[in-house]
Nanobody, 125 residues
Framework: QVQLIESGGGLVQAGGSLRLSCAAS????????VGWFRQAPGKEREFVAA????????HYAYSVKGRLTISRDNAKNTRYLYMNSLKPEDTAVYYC??????????????????WGQGTQVTVSS
């Protein structure tokens, strides 16, 4: 069992930056591929970014490519989502998820075994 706790959300002006953190407990994060998803009011949950178990592969949704960066710190058992040049359309609840996979990155929520509770990101215009 893996427990995931997101933090770092908040209110920011357009063009600003945030760093979201996803801390894992119960198992070492290095055994899991990790993804970030988001859900805006009235919309379905959508893929944002993913990093492979080994950290050598990352993948981003087209809408965030070049602005968001996913990274990892195995020593802290934490994954991060660095968010720059934020836009009002980035407003959503952001979730991290973990998949017990040996390789690759995954864009489908169905591939993930564990989810955090989410953290709200609000970008004002």
């Amino acid at each position: 069992q893996v427990q995931l706790i997101e933090s770092g959300g908040g209110l920011v002006q357009a063009g600003g930056s945030l760093r979201l953190s996803c801390a894992a407990s119960g198992r070492t994060f290095s055994n899991y591929a990790v993804g970030w998803f988001r859900q805006a009011p009235g919309k379905e949950r959508e893929f944002v970014a993913a990093i492979s178990r080994s950290g050598d592969i990352t993948h981003y949704a087209y809408s965030v490519k070049g602005r968001l960066t996913i990274s990892r710190d195995n020593a802290k058992n934490t994954r991060y989502l660095y968010m720059n040049s934020l836009k009002p359309e980035d407003t959503a609840v952001y979730y991290c998820a973990a998949a017990f996979k040996y390789s690759g990155v995954y864009v489908s929520a169905n591939e993930y075994n564990y989810w955090g509770q989410g953290t709200q990101v609000t970008v004002s215009s």
